[in-house]
């Protein structure tokens, strides 16, 4: 080959291993000398240019230290604006005109409100818990606060709050955990997604993440150089995804599948048969699992099911917990990642790179709301109540749906139009109709079909106001006259 100026980066099979693997060999002097001693070893290789080599910066003078200190009259732009990284756009950073869907909701919102101030808003598009945490809770929490010996750093968590999280897991599913190794806290099971790739993905590693979901590990997987290939949740395939039909090459370059069951927002919720398949395939392709189970105490057509409950799950990866949902612990910022030792280890170690521990008084806290599951339970009851009133409605107004798997979200076909001739070209057409014209919030997906999510966390303080809601959302919606 040719050597021209630049970063180069090796991408390498052996005969041993048949997974591409990017070895970075730096700018072209040294790339030559490096490619040709391992050489010897690849079974295939390619050898990429990426890129023209860094040029150091100058020395700052007067003259360039005056034009740093003094912006650009004539432009609007800080003197920082060309030092963003491509990750987040480069010096286009913060100049994009494109409108975000929830932002595009809080404009609708805003304007249905400004049209009819005396209407209310029949909100269907909060994903949050509404009530707050449990009474119990709040008060291990107020005494916790007092105590001088949990006011500093918790860094990787304190063993209340790991040993209740392997003792949940034991008596929901079955699945033991040594809580010293297998249990790592983390603030939110937010930071967890971000935090994951950080362990596996090399530039051009793949994240395998189905759609719809929830994106943070792939963005995060696109920020170290990956890529991510989704895998799509459709009906036909009762929101599975078809891991039959994955390309070999991607299988090659996937270093993580990123599952979430129950799922958000489908509701669909995984089946043992679906989660052998994965172990299986994890084993075969030689990737690692990572389940997101922010909603597995929401389930409702069964017991829930953990990933790790799978014989040999424990050896291909990892679950994440959260204490939002399940708990009415939103705000609080608490969850764990428990499953294989050394992917917890690595995901600690990142970690403590990363934050140094969610405040001890929560951890305690969010450990005796772990330790008691009559918490969890009342309140899937309660979702599942309002889930049960919600379909009876949507059906009568000619949704297809029924009470999902789990979760507290109902995801429904869009409908395509209304009796009176406006038509949808999308979900997000069918939500900005229904909130500006009858003050019905929802929320589209249209990453696979087009759906709107119904959340049932909608704010009502008793049973008799969930019905009133009820009956307004009927009326409204009678009166869209939706078609399909
Ligand atoms: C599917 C899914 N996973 C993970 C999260 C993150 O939850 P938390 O960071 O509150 O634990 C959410 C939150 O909306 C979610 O819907």
């Given at each position: 080959?040719?050597?021209?100026?630049?970063?180069?980066?090796?991408?390498?099979?052996?005969?041993?291993?048949?997974?591409?693997?990017r070895?970075?060999?730096?700018?072209w002097?040294?790339?030559?000398?490096?490619?040709?001693?391992?050489?010897?070893?690849?079974?295939?290789m390619?050898?990429?240019?990426?890129?023209?080599?860094?040029?150091?910066?100058?020395?700052?003078?007067?003259?360039?230290?005056?034009?740093?200190?003094?912006?650009?009259?004539?432009?609007a732009?800080?003197?920082?604006?060309?030092?963003?990284?491509?990750?987040?756009?480069?010096?286009?950073?913060?100049?994009?005109t494109?409108?975000?869907?929830?932002?595009?909701?809080?404009?609708?919102?805003?304007?249905?409100?400004?049209?009819?101030?005396?209407?209310?808003?029949?909100?269907?598009?909060?994903?949050?818990?509404?009530?707050?945490?449990?009474?119990?809770?709040?008060?291990?929490?107020?005494?916790?606060?007092?105590k001088?010996?949990n006011?500093?750093?918790?860094?990787?968590?304190?063993?209340?709050?790991?040993?209740?999280?392997?003792?949940?897991?034991?008596?929901?599913?079955?699945?033991?955990?040594?809580?010293?190794?297998q249990?790592?806290?983390?603030?939110?099971?937010?930071?967890?997604?971000?935090?994951?790739?950080?362990?596996?993905?090399?530039?051009?590693?793949?994240?395998?993440?189905?759609?719809?979901?929830?994106?943070?590990?792939?963005?995060?997987t696109?920020?170290?150089?990956?890529?991510?290939?989704?895998?799509?949740?459709?009906?036909?395939?009762?929101?599975?995804?078809?891991?039959?039909?994955?390309?070999?090459?991607?299988?090659?370059?996937?270093?993580?599948?990123?599952?979430?069951?129950?799922?958000?927002?489908?509701?669909?919720?995984?089946?043992?048969?679906?989660?052998?398949?994965v172990?299986?395939?994890?084993?075969?392709?030689q990737?690692?699992?990572?389940?997101?189970?922010?909603?597995?105490?929401?389930?409702?057509?069964?017991?829930?099911?953990?990933?790790?409950q799978?014989?040999?799950?424990?050896?291909?990866?990892?679950?994440?917990?959260?204490?939002?949902?399940?708990?009415?612990?939103?705000?609080?910022?608490?969850?764990?990642?428990?499953?294989?030792?050394?992917?917890?280890?690595?995901?600690?170690?990142?970690k403590?790179?990363?934050?140094?521990?969610?405040f001890?008084?929560?951890?305690?806290?969010?450990?005796?709301?772990?330790?008691?599951?009559?918490?969890?339970?009342?309140?899937?009851?309660?979702?599942?109540?309002?889930?049960?009133?919600?379909v009876?409605?949507?059906?009568?107004?000619?949704?297809?749906?029924?009470?999902?798997?789990?979760?507290?979200?109902?995801?429904?076909?869009?409908?395509?139009?209304?009796?009176?001739?406006?038509?949808?070209?999308?979900?997000?057409?069918?939500?900005?109709?229904?909130?500006?014209?009858?003050?019905?919030?929802?929320?589209?997906?249209?990453?696979?079909?087009?759906?709107?999510?119904?959340?049932?966390?909608?704010?009502?303080?008793?049973?008799?106001?969930?019905?009133?809601?009820?009956?307004?959302?009927?009326?409204?919606?009678?009166?869209a006259?939706?078609?399909?």
């Amino acid at each position: 080959m040719t050597w021209t100026r630049g970063v180069y980066s090796l991408k390498a099979k052996t005969e041993s291993n048949d997974k591409w693997r990017r070895h970075d060999l730096g700018p072209w002097i040294v790339a030559a000398p490096r490619l040709k001693s391992l050489h010897p070893c690849p079974a295939r290789m390619i050898v990429h240019n990426r890129g023209p080599t860094i040029q150091p910066k100058p020395p700052l003078n007067d003259s360039a230290m005056s034009a740093v200190t003094k912006p650009d009259s004539t432009s609007a732009d800080p003197y920082f604006q060309s030092l963003f990284a491509d990750r987040i756009g480069g010096a286009g950073y913060g100049k994009g005109t494109e409108i975000y869907k929830f932002e595009k909701i809080k404009r609708a919102k805003r304007k249905a409100l400004a049209d009819h101030p005396d209407r209310q808003l029949l909100d269907f598009g909060i994903g949050e818990n509404d009530s707050m945490a449990d009474a119990k809770v709040r008060q291990v929490m107020a005494a916790e606060i007092d105590k001088p010996e949990n006011r500093g750093y918790a860094d990787n968590g304190v063993i209340e709050y790991k040993q209740a999280a392997a003792d949940f897991m034991k008596r929901n599913f079955g699945v033991e955990l040594d809580p010293a190794t297998q249990v790592n806290h983390c603030i939110g099971s937010k930071p967890a997604y971000a935090m994951l790739p950080a362990a596996f993905i090399n530039p051009g590693d793949i994240t395998m993440m189905t759609v719809p979901g929830y994106p943070v590990a792939g963005t995060h997987t696109r920020y170290y150089g990956g890529e991510v290939f989704k895998l799509p949740l459709l009906a036909e395939n009762n929101f599975l995804p078809d891991l039959d039909a994955v390309p070999d090459d991607i299988y090659r370059r996937t270093k993580l599948l990123v599952l979430n069951y129950p799922n958000s927002p489908t509701g669909k919720t995984a089946t043992p048969e679906f989660y052998e398949k994965v172990v299986a395939l994890a084993k075969e392709k030689q990737f690692v699992v990572v389940q997101d189970a922010a909603h597995i105490l929401l389930s409702f057509d069964g017991k829930p099911l953990s990933f790790l409950q799978t014989p040999g799950a424990m050896d291909v990866g990892v679950e994440v917990h959260s204490m939002s949902k399940g708990y009415d612990m939103i705000g609080w910022r608490m969850g764990f990642v428990c499953g294989h030792p050394r992917i917890v280890s690595a995901f600690s170690d990142i970690k403590d790179n990363s934050d140094s521990g969610q405040f001890i008084a929560t951890q305690k806290a969010a450990a005796a709301a772990l330790n008691d599951d009559s918490i969890p339970e009342r309140i899937r009851s309660k979702y599942l109540r309002r889930m049960n009133k919600l379909v009876a409605v949507l059906k009568e107004c000619g949704f297809e749906c029924e009470v999902p798997g789990g979760t507290y979200f109902l995801y429904a076909k869009s409908p395509t139009g209304t009796k009176s001739g406006e038509t949808f070209a999308a979900g997000e057409d069918a939500t900005r109709h229904l909130i500006e014209q009858f003050g019905i919030v929802t929320v589209p997906w249209d990453d696979a079909g087009a759906f709107l999510r119904f959340s049932v966390t909608y704010v009502a303080a008793t049973e008799a106001d969930e019905d009133a809601l009820m009956d307004e959302t009927k009326k409204r919606l009678g009166d869209a006259g939706l078609v399909w």
